[in-house]
């Protein structure tokens, strides 16, 4: 099994900037393809960034140019840094990572973010 837990949310002004943190542990051997979703209240869960084994990213077209995943896989962690935020950033955001030999998903706990005056 595999296990994320995610950090680094909390309340901030419209224009601000907040950096999130997925740590995995468990059974992380064949991870590849890590991913940061999110789900405002009344919305469908939406993938917000992802990143390859090889470091290659995609993003949402509403982040696009404001925040930047990377990763660690010496540390197995993946970061979000999130610049010039909005209100509707606003959301719960989840950390996922994608299993290569079996396709699995796993989803971390999710850490809020309010970006409000």
């Known amino acids: 099994q595999v296990q994320l837990v995610e950090s680094g949310g909390g309340l901030v002004q419209p224009a601000g900037s907040l950096r999130l943190s997925c740590a995995a542990s468990?059974?992380?051997?064949?991870?590849?393809?890590m991913g940061w979703y999110r789900q405002a209240p009344g919305k469908q869960r939406e993938l917000v960034a992802t990143i390859s084994s090889g470091g290659s990213t995609n993003y949402a077209d509403s982040v696009k140019g404001r925040f930047t995943m990377s990763r660690d896989n010496a540390k197995n962690t993946v970061d979000l840094q999130m610049n010039g935020l909005k209100p509707e950033d606003t959301a719960v955001y989840y950390c996922?990572?994608?299993?290569?030999?079996?396709?699995?998903?796993?989803w971390g706990q999710g850490t809020q973010v309010i970006v409000s005056t």
């Open positions: 468990g059974s992380i051997f064949d991870i590849n393809n």
């Open positions: 996922n990572a994608g299993r290569g030999y079996d396709l699995q998903r796993f």
